[in-house]
């Protein structure tokens, strides 16, 4: 039978006087853009309950304290907005000379009282503080004007969707004050902090070993195992004790299987469960000074074990539930296994491997464990699940209606610390040396090639030869050769000229633009199309007289919230944007900010995609809509290969090795380090920084064509394959079951899968030309031909090595570059792209443009200069 200990055993009655004196509410945020006796009122409110209070004049203000502090309660004053009046009154934000803010622990107030008047958004205030991630545990309220005589009351629901949680009609008299507080505290508030504490559980449940479906209130609540009998036996026991923490009794009426339990007490009812399963689930909270345990406020203590961990150490629950976590694995044996556990905790990554844990006998047993962080209620980690199952136990199973046993299939602890570290690669040539012991000679001979094969310095490279043959296609032989080459053969010359390179040119601008607020109305009627496929940006570009990145970039990052996320102020990110433009060279037909603007409307149209939405958290959207903007800056419109022939000191700085994609990352930290009022990395942690700059420079780097077909066969076995087990008419229903799509979602957020699928999105992004809408396509399309015919003019005039001779102006034939491009590289590349987010539409675009340029190169075939007779309509 299933046992659930509670911490202290205490009546209802008890439980109810004890919840009474934990203070759930402890900072509120007061927003008014005067003094009055309405703010003076909650002022007074919160001293007498003994709750921290903040007054803020201003938005700004108020969302730089509130980023700081995530405040429990943020209290608005709406009166002055459409929807808190019944009058509609319209006045600017106030300036930064208007602003006051006043901050006192327990009623005492600093600062004086000010008579400036400032009015605000309310609404839009409220729609800022909701786009954080902290404000899932935030109560907003807005004070709206109080109705006069017979007048009607203003609807509440323009408020309830700019994000306020209630509205408050002013009375700033202390006792309506007070009570408005204490019911905050005891619904709103304390509700939010039921929702915290079941948000391990969430966890808990996402990483048992059974398969579960929680429906609707109005559904019925099932287990998808075969014993639901003794499944609802055992909750039934559970459902009549009480929950400890924040979460009331659960009522005995949810013995029935048609249950209406709320979704927290059923979450924490249903984790139990697994208490005679052969893993166990450990909830550790990390305390702070708002849950008031003790003295040791640092210290990670245990609020729940089921049975499985009981049987695996030794205690009881009684024995562990509030004491210190870390008490239980103190042993020399953890001491590595302790520091990759934090190291990944600290990036707000999950870690999974081998540990030990120590019994109550003394003695240590390995365990297979699996550590996962739950943000908290300010936005940092505040709690860790951990899952851990011993290898020695068994899992249960049930075949043929009856329960059988059969053991874990995991490695064996002692041949995995005896085993030698060892590259993957070596293990699989090692594998097949064995396999051709006492094998048939001609399955020998055929192993003995595959080792050949394997032990050549890189594995993806003879891909295009053995896929090309040169006397099939001499235009896309050369047009490999040229963009995927580098060590090309060197031609010196006595009119070679060194090309001057313009890194040294650090435009810092003095003050932004412009705001998102302040765009032009034309402008912005392109930007608001930014979410579409379709989006314009050619006419952007003419509409910002070739500015294009600085205002798409304000648009794009203000809807991911990176500013929120990088902590910086909307003018240091418009700084940024400008100075990276800035450093696009503006004469450079194709490699210009106009392209790196296209690249990162493609990578936040990819970023938006289901499945991506699914991956990838916040840290992630940002470092790629970060390299999407500096992925090209200060490109020289000349190739690797170009500045290795001409010995380019970028060639010499970085050995010939991926020369432009080292320079345009060097030059992103280069540059935004260069001064505070462009450096929109100043406010991350240092982990924070490491991660996203990691991020960065690694997707950066992956634009390398001569690494194109690496990244794309890795994408491919890794991540298409995987997700094509879903496509197909699949009738088999066992086989239809096996297909697990949160198993297979959680293996692609793995680590190295999100940076596989990274490198692949911006490779998409950054040669998408082809797959824009007809027009898009061919101006692009002679904007980089026109880039390379420059290039193979000046190799010409200097005597260096011609590196695409396609590219010559006298046999320029556009439409076959086209067609041996999209054939070579993009065809097989967006194949696989489909498969992981589904881009249907851009695959229809695909073979139109593929099909115009067909019919192009068959009406130019035959002429003497082809590249005339294009047609530009």
Known sequence: MLKYF???????????????????????????????????????????????????????????????????????????????????????????????????PAGKINGSSGNAVSTFDAEALCRSIKATKASLYTVLVAVTKKPAGNEEEPPVLPLLKAGFTRRYQENSSASACINE????????????????????????????????????????????????????????????????????????????????????????????????????????????????????????????????????????????????????????????AVESINGQLKKGKHWEGTCYTRRKTGDTVPVHCKVIPVPGRNGSVAQYVSVRSHSGESYNTVANGSMMAFPRRRESIVTAHSMSIEAPITKVINIINAAQEGSPLNIAQDLDKVLEILQTSELYSPFQHQAIPPNDDPMASDLVGGLMSQNVKRKFSAHEIQRSSH????????????????????????????????????????????????????????????????????????????????????????????????????????????????????????????????????????????????????????????????????????????????????????????????????????????QHFEHLSKFTTSISKHLQKLEGDNTDVEIAHEIDMA?????????????????????????????????????????????YCEQTDEEKSRGLPVVMAQFDRKTLNIPKCQLAFINIFITSMFDAWDVYCDVSDLMKNLQINFDYWKAQEELTGKEQHPSQAIDNS
């Open 503 to 706: 890194h040294g040119h650090q435009h810092i601008p003095s003050s932004p633009a412009c705001s998102l607020s302040q765009i032009p109305e034309p402008i912005m009627n392109v930007l608001n199309l930014d979410d579409s496929w379709s989006f314009d940006i050619i006419e952007l570009e003419r509409l910002t007289n070739k500015r294009p990145l600085m205002y798409l970039g304000l648009k794009i990052f203000s809807r991911f919230g990176v500013c929120e996320y990088l902590n910086i102020s909307e003018s240091c990110l418009v700084n940024w944007l400008q100075m990276i433009e800035a450093n696009y060279q503006s004469r450079n037909h194709y490699h210009n900010s106009t392209h790196a603007a296209d690249v990162l409307h493609a990578t936040a149209y990819f970023l938006e995609r289901e499945r991506s939405r699914e991956i990838f958290d916040q840290q992630d959207q940002v470092a790629c809509l970060i390299a999407a903007v500096v992925h090209d800056v200060d490109h020289p419109a000349r190739t690797n290969a170009f500045l290795i022939n001409e010995k380019h000191q970028l060639a010499i700085l970085y050995n010939d090795q991926a020369v432009l994609e080292n320079h345009h990352a060097s030059m992103c930290f280069r540059l935004t380090h260069k001064d505070p009022s462009v450096d929109i990395f100043k406010n991350l942690s240092s982990d924070d920084y490491k991660a996203v700059r990691h991020s960065i420079i690694d997707m950066v780097l992956a634009t390398d064509m001569k």
């Open 6 to 104: 509670l911490s202290k055993k205490i009546s209802d009655e008890e439980n109810t006087v004890n919840l009474l004196k934990v203070k759930f509410l402890r900072h509120i945020l007061l927003v008014f853009g005067r003094e009055d006796s309405q703010s003076d009122g909650f002022w007074w409110a919160a001293e007498r309950l003994s709750y921290r209070c903040t007054i803020a004049r201003t938005p700004e203000n108020a969302l730089e304290a509130y980023l700081s502090h995530h405040h429990d309660v943020v209290i608005i004053d709406a009166r002055q907005s459409s929807h808190g009046s019944s009058t509609s009154t319209t006045t600017p934000s106030s300036t930064s000379s208007s602003v006051e803010s006043r901050t006192a």
């Open 181 to 336: 507080l204490q019911t905050l505290e005891a619904g709103e508030v304390r509700s939010t902090l039921k929702l915290y504490a079941c948000a391990g559980l969430f966890q808990a449940l996402e990483n048992v070993f059974e398969a579960v479906e929680i429906t609707n209130s109005d559904q019925e609540i099932q287990e998808s195992l075969s014993h639901l009998g003794y499944f609802f036996q055992s909750l039934s026991y559970i459902w009549e004790r009480k929950i400890p923490v924040f979460c009331r009794t659960i009522p005995s009426c949810l013995r029935s299987r048609s249950t209406s339990a709320t979704l927290p007490e059923f979450l924490l009812a249903l984790a139990s469960r697994w208490s005679t399963r052969a893993a166990d689930i450990i909830l550790s909270t990390w305390s702070d000074r708002r849950t008031e345990i003790g003295p040791e406020m640092n210290s990670p203590r245990i609020k729940f074990v089921n049975h499985a961990y009981e049987r695996l150490s030794g205690y009881s629950s009684e024995e562990l539930v509030g004491r210190d976590a870390s008490e239980f694995h103190k042993t020399d044996r953890n001491r590595e």
């Open 743 to 787: 198993t297979i979602i959680t293996d692609l957020s793995s680590y190295e899968n999100r940076t596989l699928i990274k490198r692949m999105m911006i490779k998409c992004a950054d040669v998408s030309n082809p797959l824009r809408p007809l027009t898009l396509c061919k101006e692009w399309a002679m904007r980089i031909a026109e880039e």
